[in-house]
């Protein structure tokens, strides 16, 4: 009877949560603002900075390979989620189609509503980093960055924009709109970096 109610205590979980995280069942809605409205008739994605400017519609995504991936989701907030079921196309098979300065060294992430973040292009360039429009099976709700997120599961999750529809490429690394308001530049959760040491 037990085995309905509680998960065996799976040894290998432990080294899968990042110190001060604690895990959750559930899946949180993480927004500062509110939910923007998308309308995937006139949804664009926009390439500019160090890369040759691109504009790219919902179809022209789709037609990119699409694989189920399992990650496990950071927040900065002290929670966890382990094996978090998406659907995506690989971030490394949409950077292929771009043309990319060698000088290009950081990257803006920018989304419908405003927000921003920022990512080493070397951590944006992973193969486990996907762009999600499906999650457990459904399309991925509004609520979760639908239509369209990215997902960087070996960054915090502030890294991973909802509503994402355009990339800066950058030489030199600015700020996004956490981490020019305490957050750490990097964020890697096993690292614990969480806040930036200017706060
Ligand atoms: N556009 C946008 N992306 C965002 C955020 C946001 O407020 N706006 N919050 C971030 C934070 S802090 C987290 S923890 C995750 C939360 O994703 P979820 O709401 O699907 O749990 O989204 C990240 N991406
Ligand atoms: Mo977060």
């Known amino acids: 009877?037990?085995?309905k109610?509680?998960?065996?205590?799976?040894?290998?979980?432990?080294?899968?949560?990042?110190?001060?995280?604690?895990?959750?069942?559930?899946?949180?809605?993480?927004?500062?603002?509110?939910?923007?409205?998308?309308?995937?008739?006139t949804w664009e994605f926009k390439v500019w900075g160090l890369a040759k400017t691109a504009?790219?519609?919902?179809?022209?995504?789709?037609?990119?390979?699409?694989?189920?991936?399992t990650a496990d989701f950071h927040c900065v907030t002290r929670w966890s989620k382990l094996d978090v079921e998406w659907r995506g196309f690989k971030?490394?098979?949409?950077?292929?189609?771009?043309?990319i300065?060698?000088?290009?060294?950081?990257v803006m992430q920018h989304c419908y509503g405003g927000y921003t973040t920022n990512i080493a292009l070397a951590d944006l360039d992973r193969a486990e980093n996907f762009f999600a429009f499906e999650l457990e099976g459904e399309p991925l709700p509004p609520e979760h960055g639908?239509?369209?997120?990215?997902?960087?599961?070996?960054?915090?999750?502030?890294?991973?924009?909802?509503?994402?529809?355009?990339?800066?490429?950058?030489s030199q690394e600015?700020?996004?709109?956490?981490?020019?308001n305490g957050y750490h530049s990097h964020g890697e959760p096993f690292?614990?970096?969480?806040?930036s040491s200017n706060w």
């Open 174 to 180: 600015e700020l996004g709109f956490w981490e020019r």
């Open 55 to 69: 504009t790219l519609n919902w179809d022209d995504l789709m037609a990119l390979p699409q694989h189920e991936f």
């Open 1 to 3: 009877m037990l085995g």
């Open 146 to 170: 639908g239509p369209l997120r990215l997902v960087v599961p070996h960054l915090y999750a502030w890294k991973s924009a909802k509503w994402i529809n355009g990339l800066e490429f950058l």
């Open 101 to 106: 300065e060698p000088t290009a060294k950081h």
């Open 5 to 41: 109610f509680f998960k065996k205590p799976d040894l290998s979980m432990g080294d899968r949560v990042p110190p001060g995280q604690h895990l959750t069942n559930g899946f949180p809605i993480m927004t500062y603002g509110s939910t923007p409205e998308i309308d995937l008739a």
């Open 91 to 99: 971030v490394q098979d949409f950077l292929a189609l771009l043309d």
């Open 191 to 195: 690292a614990e970096e969480r806040y």
